[in-house]
């Protein structure tokens, strides 16, 4: 039969004065789950009222099925009507196809837009894998009119028989287009505008959940699930998500009158104002709302990634299942199964130390959690928060989760699950904290794990300015220390105002006392974090401008320092979106550093103190030594600025102090044990000879001297401090040899004992190793770097006592070493000396002569002299 015009125009007026309703509602609650709900039952009165005027006499051989969304509930503001007609045999389809055609076209003239399909009870039970939309659409059904006789045989028998038989294609086809959709938008769930519906961490993800638990549930019990869903959602994570999401979309659909899903800058302002899905009434921030809508986004993402990482394989071998083994992971409770981790069923997680392990393991293999051990964790986070170490055990677990080369996955999984900011909880601030604003693509948490990311991702580089970024991280020996830094660069953003750099740094140091970081190493990581967009912003001036130059390298400080920001800087800007890093920008970076690191080598001499230039320095230094001024004055007199910089007040102090006591002993010696090297500080009266003959003395003991420098004041007292690692443990392994080790340097610089009477009795010691990579000697000679010194550089073969050899073939000529700067590159060591004969630049003759005889002393090495 044909609809009569005033029975549709009374059903298309109940269902717009419903709407209005439902639109009136939404604007006061702004609760979009209640508002699918409704609208889902005003189209099941209207579905069944048209049902029953086309055909009043109820047939037996057909049934009115809603599928999809509206057979979920979920029926959004101008979402399409899914409904399917189910028919017992093919020729009941041609019988009622006039009335079918009817029913359709009422409901599109009523304002609903329906999506109709036709099958019969033996077409549902195919499987057709270029159409599984329609085999997902069956999983929401609800019966709607005509014969339940017919809905219960696809409920009971069809389905899921269908969907066991098919259970390993279904899940895997629905894997495969989740992927998909995924890789169509990029992989994350970081988007400016992001889709509700499509976008990774949206509505169809939280519906793939469910499916999958659902087709899983079914394959384990063979019976639907009593409870309506399969989903696991302990948490109630899910539930709040899908919640969000609802009151979003309706919002969006009611906004445009139409179905756009769409979350643009006006809708997000909008919606913020509206605390559309909070729980808060009033208006919130747009960038609050945008970090709610993350944290759900990323819920449900993580959920989604989960399922499809646990996937069986589509054929397995006899032979694999006959392979397949569990392996204990040591000194934790999970076990490794198929590359992911896993733990087993009873086990009682109480064990803090075994699950940093566990993260330490994951940041070095890479290694994925399961479903099952996320869930069991997240269960014992309380008990686990009560036995969280502290102190250096919890520096040592993070060191090695920071060093690890997937260290950024396992502070994601860290993070998401509540473990990171139970270590950290300064990084709480930045969970999920967006930069609202066109530049910015990435919350404020993952801009920090992307960044780490990127450093380890110079291990594999792909670009010339990415190998020589990995040159760099090569040469950093303090990479933990950077590394922290990096993930608490930006924690101060959580404040909003003020300088975040400051602010990161005050909320960092309570971390480094938890940590129970020595002066020096509380240092780095401060000087990284305050200094962090001090490269970005120098990349802003002319790069070619000495002055600039000099500014920033003055702010910097030192080489190791720069070479740290230089990579932070990097790592920075390549995390705030995906093109943000232009390879024009990283070369300028690179041409950046050049210039700096250049300027700093070759202006150490140059740049000296002097009271009455710079009393800051005096009076910040006075701070920490309020007794002696004018002694304090006369000690840091003419000494190199680079030792400044390079050095903390504390140790200024110390040395200053022990400068003090020359007169009682003319020798003052310190050896510092640092986390992985030693350092020895020298501080006596200048003379002929002094830096190599201490370079012999550690020689002689077998120790590999990695950095040097050596610095003097106007009064002719030395600082040489020189670096060194053990090679053969002797004072690791024997710390009754620390007085002896320091006796000999004593003796080596009073001339009580002559080095080479240490040199001859350890001959024993020297290295036989072999080098990876041969390097020729080179030497550089330059005047115009410094107003009163000669630089060279000489760069070489890092072998034991090439730093004697250059020491004395400097003594033989009767040159005097103003400063130096040893530093090791791999296999290679560069050195820097400024040079001086009787106060005065070394002239054309006594460069070729210092040449020809350092070569010599390098044992005849190829010959590369540059002027």
Not at 604 to 629: C, F, K, M, N
Request: hydrophobic fraction near 40%; charge should be negative; proline fraction near 4%.
């Amino acid at each position: 039969m044909s609809f009569q015009l005033d029975q549709i125009e009374h059903l298309r007026s109940q269902y717009q004065q419903e709407m209005t309703v439902l639109r009136q509602t939404f604007d006061r609650t702004s609760d979009g789950t209640s508002a699918v709900r409704r609208r889902s039952a005003v189209v099941d009165r209207i579905a069944s009222q048209l049902w029953n005027m086309a055909l009043p006499e109820n047939p037996s051989d057909i049934a009115l099925v809603a599928t999809g969304g509206f057979g979920r509930r979920e029926l959004f503001p101008h979402s399409d009507i899914d409904i399917l007609y189910l028919f017992a045999t093919p020729e009941a389809e041609n019988i009622y196809h006039a009335a079918i055609r009817d029913i359709n076209q009422a409901m599109w003239d009523i304002g609903l837009r329906a999506s109709p399909a036709a099958r019969t009870l033996k077409e549902c039970d195919k499987y057709d894998p270029d159409n599984i939309e329609f085999t997902l659409s069956l999983i929401d059904r609800r019966f709607l009119a005509g014969s339940f006789e017919i809905y219960q045989k696809l409920q009971k028998d069809i389905l899921p028989s269908l969907l066991q038989r098919e259970w390993l294609n279904l899940v895997h086809r629905l894997a495969e287009i989740a992927r998909a959709r995924h890789a169509k938008f990029g992989n994350t769930i970081f988007h400016l505008e992001p889709s509700l519906k499509d976008c990774p961490g949206g509505l169809r993800d939280y519906h793939f959940a469910q499916w999958f638990d659902l087709l899983t549930y079914l394959h384990e019990n063979k019976e639907w699930p009593r409870t309506g869903s399969a989903l696991r959602d302990q948490r109630g994570d899910a539930e709040s998500a899908f919640n969000f999401l609802a009151a979003a979309r309706c919002f969006l659909h009611f906004r445009h009158g139409r179905d756009d899903n769409t979350l643009d800058w006006q809708s997000q302002d909008e919606a913020a104002a509206n605390s559309i899905g909070l729980e808060t009434g009033g208006s919130a921030d747009p960038s609050y709302w945008m970090r709610t809508y993350y944290r759900h986004a990323r819920a449900i993402h993580r959920r989604a990634i989960l399922m499809m990482d646990a996937l069986p394989p589509v054929r397995v071998s006899f032979y694999k299942q006959l392979r397949r083994k569990r392996t204990p992971i040591p000194a934790t409770d999970f076990f490794l199964e198929e590359g992911r981790v896993d733990i087993a069923e009873n086990t009682q997680l109480s064990d803090s130390d075994g699950i940093l392990r566990l993260f330490a393991s994951i940041a070095a293999h890479g290694y994925k959690l399961s479903q099952t051990a996320e869930e069991r964790i997240a269960e014992a986070l309380p008990v686990l928060a009560i036995h969280m170490p502290e102190g250096p055990f919890l520096w040592n677990c993070l060191r090695e989760i920071l060093l690890g080369p997937h260290a950024a996955h396992a502070l994601r999984t860290m993070h998401a699950l509540g473990i990171l900011e139970m270590l950290i909880p300064e990084f709480h601030g930045i969970d999920a904290l967006v930069i609202r604003d066109s530049y910015h693509r990435y919350t404020v948490d993952e801009h920090t794990f992307l960044a780490i990311d990127n450093i380890h991702g110079l291990l594999q580089p792909t670009h010339d300015w990415e190998r020589r970024l990995a040159q760099l991280l090569s040469e950093v020996d303090r990479r933990d220390l950077f590394l922290l830094a990096l993930l608490m660069h930006d924690t101060g953003k959580a404040r909003r105002t003020g300088n975040h750099m400051e602010q990161s740094v005050e909320l960092t140091e309570s971390l480094l006392a938890r940590l129970d970081f020595d002066a020096e190493e509380k240092d780095t990581v401060r000087r990284l974090i305050r200094h962090h967009i001090e490269m970005s912003g120098a990349l802003r001036r002319d790069i070619f401008d000495l002055e600039n130059i000099r500014d920033f390298a003055e702010k910097i400080g030192s080489p190791m320092k720069l070479r740290m920001l230089t990579l932070l800087t990097y790592a920075d800007i390549k995390a705030v979106n995906p093109d943000a890093l232009t390879p024009w920008k990283a070369e300028n970076l690179m041409q950046l550093y050049m210039s700096t690191v250049n300027f700093m080598d070759r202006s150490v001499d140059e740049v000296r103190y002097h009271s009455d230039v710079d009393p800051t320095l005096l009076i910040r230094i006075r701070a920490v030594v309020p007794a002696q001024p004018e002694e304090l004055r006369q000690y840091l007199e003419g000494i190199p600025q680079r030792y400044l910089q390079t050095r903390l007040p504390e140790q200024i102090r110390d040395h200053f102090l022990m400068a003090s006591k020359l007169a009682e002993e003319p020798v003052q010696l310190e050896l510092r044990v640092l986390r992985q090297l030693f350092e020895i500080t020298v501080i006596t009266r200048d003379r002929p000879g002094l830096f190599a003959d201490v370079a012999g003395v550690l020689s002689a003991w077998g120790m590999n001297i990695v950095k040097a420098d050596a610095f003097a004041n106007d009064e002719g007292v030395i600082v040489d401090s020189f670096q060194f690692t053990d090679l053969f443990r002797t004072l690791e392994l024997n710390p009754e040899e620390r007085d002896r080790f320091m006796n000999s340097i004593r003796d080596v610089v009073l001339k009580k004992v002559p080095v080479d009477q240490l040199l001859n009795s350890r001959r024993m010691n020297t290295w036989h190793g072999h080098h990876k990579l041969e390097h020729d000697v080179r030497l550089e000679f330059d005047d115009e770097s410094s107003s009163h010194s000669t630089l060279l550089q000489v760069v070489s073969q890092d072998t034991p006592g090439l730093l004697r050899k250059i020491g004395l073939t400097l003594g033989l000529h009767k040159f005097n070493i103003e400063v130096a700067l040893i530093d090791t590159e791999g296999e290679m060591a560069i050195d820097v000396f400024y040079v001086t004969s009787e106060g005065k630049k070394l002239n054309p003759a006594q460069r070729e002569a210092l040449a020809n005889d350092l070569h010599k002393a390098l044992e005849g090495s190829p010959k590369t002299v540059s002027t």
